[in-house]
């Protein structure tokens, strides 16, 4: 052996044989591959090439699964590097993007026996971003990885899968060199995917850290041509895997699927929710845990950690986690349990409510984290809380972390406090047909009649399930049903704003309940119960027919211009308008069916 000193002067020819004998050897061992990579005489850029086969039995020229150009540097060193960087001359980085690219190889030596080897592939993508990156420049610094020569599955992968990629790199797209400037490019995609290098590998973990250990290429399918296109070369810091598996604390559901999260080196961990991160080492669990935003996934990690606290067996899955001595640093078991209690106190006078909106927390005033005490000890204890408002009896809006709700508010005896209760859970309500009218003359009605389109979509405790209910429970009158129908079209604006179709059914249930007064006109009904159904579908032909009657009688021009707006005769429907007296006008502009007609 032929030992090689710092101060010598390394003959360079003994160091080029020495780099291509020893990246040719590795080759071979592979048994798939045969190098043709000459030393002395060469191709302007390229030192050779090298034949990759499917099988080790013969290499016949049909079995060829391709060849691959080739640039082999080597270099004496001192000491070996975890990663090489290596200065390469423009002029080759542009013959090889004609070519279709080529794998740049570099070998540290320290002596015959002691080498290392260096790679990095060359494709047309890569290639394009290094030549605009260089401008003027001769040169260009390229970082290369190591060659795993002692993992001959590894190495066949590699050059697999660079052929696999070139072939996906022939064509590229002229201004798209990253996702950023496919996002602005207007381009419709079908897809996006990425080579999986698959060569040896037959467990999923495994093709996982395969995909970690280096940058790949993401390719996008325009819509409307059958062809991939690189559009971007990433290194992913993590893989992150869903998997549909339970979560439970004494039978309790609390997360129905795990995120499996994969990082270099193959660390793997679980994530449950959005903000805890568990690993398992040596039957020891450890959290990362950082508090959640909203009130549902605050009581869920603190059901899971009061559980490990108590030594209750959390399940994932089949698997029972560790629980021995489980201590989360800088909490008490009492203090995370007596959290727990008043977050789920919250939970349940927000149901009580009727509210199915998450509570935000995070985003809180002191203001409103006092609001939002006062209700849920108001409510849940039944005791007077410190609200102030002028009179006896009221009700109001009041707002706390993105939640608005309606509530009774009744002055206690003493009158140093109020009594909080459900305005819509409200008993025996009246309203009178004219105004100065005595209560006792009015009729009854449910409390959402007193509601428009504007406080059905910014209240939280309007329960649409509860509104058919709470409508048919009161006594029928002539006057309610004038309100019920008038409920039911500030439900159409509603809808018109959030496309809810639940409330087409509300809508239909509401005036099927009013359709039974013989005192009601048929007209009324039926107009409205086709809006309803003209934002879902089509009208039916016997529908239509019913229409036409109404727009050549000579009877009420309201409904002539509301037979007009629903068989979509526009024209027509102008036509009446101008014909309407302004206060008339007026009325029909702030009916829902004037969003069938002008939009």
């Given at each position: 052996m032929?030992?090689?000193?710092?101060?010598?002067?390394?003959?360079?020819?003994?160091?080029?044989?020495?780099?291509?004998?020893r990246l040719e050897n590795a080759l071979l061992s592979t048994g798939l591959v045969v190098p043709t990579i000459p030393t002395g005489d060469k191709v302007p850029s390229w030192d050779g090439e090298i034949s990759l086969y499917p099988s080790?039995?013969?290499?016949?020229?049909?079995?060829?699964?391709?060849?691959?150009?080739?640039?082999?540097?080597?270099?004496?060193?001192?000491?070996?590097?975890?990663?090489?960087?290596?200065?390469?001359?423009?002029?080759?980085?542009?013959?090889?993007f004609r070519d279709g690219g080529a794998i740049f190889f570099v070998v540290q030596i320290k002596t015959d026996e002691q080498y290392r080897i260096f790679y990095t592939p060359l494709l047309r993508f890569q290639?394009?971003?290094?030549?605009?990156?260089?401008?003027?420049?001769?040169?260009k610094q390229i970082t290369l990885e190591v060659f795993p020569i002692k993992d001959k599955s590894g190495m066949v992968r590699i050059l697999s899968d660079f052929l696999a990629n070139r072939e996906k790199q022939r064509t590229l797209l002229p201004n798209v060199k990253s996702l950023n400037d496919l996002a602005t490019s207007g381009m419709v995609i079908d897809r996006l995917g990425f080579s999986v290098p698959g060569f040896g590998l037959k467990r999923f973990d495994d093709v996982a850290d395969e995909l970690l250990q280096h940058?790949?290429?993401?390719?996008?399918?325009?819509?409307?041509?059958?062809?991939?296109?690189?559009?971007?070369?990433?290194?992913?810091?993590a893989i992150i895997t869903h998997q549909n598996m339970q979560v439970t604390v004494n039978g309790e559901v609390l997360y129905d699927q795990i995120d499996i999260i994969r990082k270099p080196g193959n660390i793997k961990s679980f994530q449950l929710g959005?903000?805890?991160?568990?690993?398992?080492?040596?039957?020891?669990?450890?959290?990362?845990?950082?508090?959640?935003?909203?009130?549902?996934?605050?009581?869920?990690?603190?059901?899971?950690?009061?559980?490990?606290?108590?030594?209750?067996?959390?399940?994932?899955?089949?698997?029972?986690?560790?629980?021995?001595?489980?201590?989360?640093?800088?909490?008490?078991?009492?203090?995370?349990?007596?959290?727990?209690?008043?977050?789920?106190?919250?939970?349940?006078?927000?149901?009580?409510l009727h509210v199915n909106k998450d509570l935000?927390?995070?985003?809180?005033?002191?203001?409103?984290?006092?609001?939002?005490?006062?209700?849920?000890?108001?409510?849940?204890?039944?005791?007077?809380?410190?609200?102030?408002?002028?009179?006896?009896?009221?009700?109001?809006?009041?707002?706390?972390?993105?939640?608005?709700?309606?509530?009774?508010?009744?002055?206690?005896?003493?009158g140093k406090g109020v009594y909080l209760s459900n305005f819509f859970d409200m008993e025996n309500l009246k309203m009178t047909a004219e105004a100065g009218q005595s209560p006792d003359d009015g009729f009854a009605i449910s409390p959402y009649i007193l509601m428009d389109a504007t406080l059905l979509s910014e209240l939280d405790n309007v329960d649409l399930n509860e509104i058919v209910p709470s409508v048919e429970k009161q006594p029928y009158s002539a006057p309610y049903g004038d309100k019920i129908i008038g409920l039911s079209l500030e439900l159409l604006k509603l809808y018109d704003q959030n496309k809810n179709a639940e409330i087409l059914d509300i809508?239909?249930?509401?005036?099927?309940?009013?359709?039974?007064?013989?005192?009601?006109?048929?007209e009324i009904i039926t107009i409205n119960c086709l809006q309803t159904e003209k934002r879902r579908r089509a009208l039916t032909a016997e529908e239509k027919k019913y229409l036409f009657t109404l727009k050549k009688s000579e009877g009420n021009i309201s409904y002539q211009f509301a037979a007009s707006i629903l068989l979509e005769s526009f024209q027509e429907a102008d036509l009446i308008y101008e014909q309407m007296g302004e206060e008339e006008r007026k009325l029909f502009d702030g009916y829902p069916i004037e969003n069938l007609w002008k939009n």
């Open positions: 032929r030992k090689q000193k710092a101060e010598e002067s390394v003959n360079t020819e003994w160091v080029e044989r020495i780099a291509v004998n080790q039995i013969s290499f016949p020229k049909s079995e060829l699964v391709g060849r691959i150009p080739v640039q082999v540097k080597g270099t004496y060193v001192k000491e070996f590097q975890k990663k090489a960087v290596y200065q390469v001359d423009v002029a080759d980085l542009r013959n090889f290639l394009r971003r290094l030549l605009e990156q260089a401008g003027n420049q001769k040169t940058p790949v290429c993401i390719y996008a399918k325009p819509s409307g041509v059958e062809a991939n296109f690189a559009v971007d070369l990433i290194r992913p810091e959005p903000g805890i991160i568990g690993t398992i080492s040596q039957n020891k669990l450890n959290f990362q845990y950082h508090s959640c935003d909203t009130l549902q996934e605050q009581i869920r990690q603190l059901r899971l950690f009061t559980a490990l606290m108590r030594g209750e067996p959390v399940e994932i899955g089949p698997l029972v986690l560790p629980y021995a001595d489980f201590k989360l640093t800088g909490h008490t078991q009492q203090e995370m349990e007596q959290r727990l209690s008043w977050l789920q106190t919250i939970a349940r006078v927000l149901k009580q935000n927390l995070s985003k809180m005033t002191d203001e409103e984290y006092q609001k939002l005490r006062n209700v849920v000890i108001g409510i849940d204890k039944g005791v007077p809380v410190p609200f102030s408002f002028d009179g006896v009896l009221a009700y109001g809006k009041i707002e706390f972390g993105g939640i608005s709700v309606l509530l009774n508010l009744k002055k206690s005896e003493d809508c239909l249930e509401l005036l099927s309940f009013v359709g039974k007064d013989p005192d009601i006109p048929k």
